[in-house]
Every structure is written in structure tokens, then in C-alpha cells.
């Protein structure tokens, strides 16, 4: 896959990832997040989605709840991304400062 595809790619996922987590997840245990990038391997089976947290006290009740629904945010990325299969999700916490 060229660059540029997988840049689109993970441009989408980035996009489409946020909208999820901030319109349609209603878990507790996730706070005020931002998605800062992600990174698509180049056969397109695995995605790293870094986020930020607004309260970084919450940042472990965010990871925890956000790999518990990471099944369901694929499934929904699925149904809104045109591509033949939908990369698995890993979530981490951002800790380097660009």
C-alpha cells in the first residue's frame, strides 16, 4: 500500500473514531478525550489510536473502557468506512508533546 493511501486511511479512522467516541459511547468510565493520531500498519490488520485525556486522573477508567469497547467502535467504523477490512483497534495514551 502507498503512503498516501494509508495517510487517507488513517486520516478517516481518526475522523470517524472521535465521532464515535464523542456522540455514541455513553460508558462512565471514559472522559473528555481527544483522538491526537493514529498510526495504520502497512497491510492495514492493526491501528494504534493515541488519545489524550482532558483529566489525566482518569486516564486508566478511559484506556480500560475504551479497549472493553473497541469490538463495538470496529463494528461501527466498519459500517461508515469503504474499505475491505477494518483494521483491529489498539488504544494508548499520547505521551510524547508534539
Do not use: C
Amino acid at each position: 500500500m502507498t503512503p498516501f493511501h494509508q495517510r487517507r486511511i488513517e486520516v478517516e479512522i481518526k475522523k470517524e473514531v472521535s465521532k464515535i467516541v464523542g456522540q455514541e459511547l455513553r460508558d462512565p468510565r471514559i472522559g473528555f478525550i481527544t483522538i491526537s493520531r493514529v498510526s495504520v500498519t502497512q497491510n492495514l490488520h492493526s491501528a494504534k489510536v493515541y488519545i489524550t485525556v482532558f483529566d489525566s486522573k482518569k486516564n486508566n477508567s478511559t484506556l480500560f473502557g475504551l479497549n472493553n469497547a473497541k469490538k463495538h467502535i470496529r463494528w461501527l467504523l466498519a459500517k461508515r468506512l469503504r474499505i475491505r477490512s477494518v483494521p483491529e483497534l489498539h488504544f494508548y495514551i499520547e505521551t510524547s508533546q508534539f
